[in-house]
């Protein structure tokens, strides 16, 4: 198993600029989500989908956007990139939700100009 | 109330010796409560996880002690190595919600 796999794993943007950063799990895991990742802020909950089809808001959602149309993948899409949104993004799964253990993948190092 | 407390931000110790980090949270409904270890450029990766029904869980070198009336919980790396120098990070989670609240992380090191 590859486990949970990120692309790319750099990335720089321009302000205003629109990308996907990808995310996919070969674990056949219900439970994905999206973290970033900020110096002394740890890793704050941006969207998490407990199921293909099934999407919610985590503590940091506004400027991002996700979709679950398999099982296996959950990409995670910035409209507009803004300067605040320079992180680095992981990518999690899990069999089911809380008290299950969560897989991280290697993470996207993004900056926005 | 949904914050995790973590201290402290870093830690040097020596080979050998007893590294503890703490974390507190307000949240009496949280019910599940993970520490991961991450490397540079690395993902975090599950360490050892407690649920409040227990005081403390071992496991090789690595122990939670869980304090439910202080609504602290601590992890104790026994006989630190200089493999185990990384950023720590403890979670708390409440149970059917699929969120996970982490604390800012301590970085742990450890001299050779």
């Known amino acids: 198993n590859a486990g949970v796999t990120q692309t790319p794993k750099f990335q720089v943007l321009k302000t205003g600029q629109s990308m996907t950063l990808q995310c996919a799990q070969d674990?056949?895991?219900?439970?994905m989500s999206w973290y970033r990742q900020d110096p002394g802020m740890g890793l704050r909950l941006i969207h998490y989908s407990v199921g293909a089809g099934i999407t919610d808001q985590g503590e940091v959602p506004n400027g991002y956007n996700v979709s679950r149309s398999t099982t296996e993948d959950f990409p995670l899409r910035l409209l507009s990139a803004a300067p605040s949104q320079t992180s680095v993004y992981f990518c999690?799964?899990?069999?089911?939700?809380?008290?299950?253990?969560?897989?991280f993948g290697p993470g996207t190092r993004l900056t926005v100009l | 109330q949904q914050q995790v407390k973590q201290s402290p931000q870093s830690l040097i110790v020596q080979k050998g010796g007893i590294s503890i980090i703490n974390c507190a949270y307000e949240n009496t409904a949280f019910d599940y409560f993970p520490w991961y270890q991450q490397f540079p450029g690395k993902g975090p990766a599950l360490l050892i996880a407690i649920r409040p029904d227990v005081s403390e869980k071992k496991e090789g070198r690595f122990t939670i002690s869980f304090n439910k009336s202080a609504k602290q919980f601590s992890l104790h790396i026994m006989d630190s190595q200089p493999g185990d120098s990384a950023t720590y990070f403890c979670?708390?989670?409440?149970?059917?919600?699929?969120?996970?609240?982490f604390g800012t992380g301590t970085r742990l090191k450890v001299l050779a």
């Open positions: 999690a799964s899990s069999r089911q939700g809380n008290t299950d253990t969560q897989y």
């Open positions: 674990m056949n895991h219900e439970y």
């Open positions: 979670a708390a989670s409440i149970r059917g919600t699929y969120k996970y609240i």
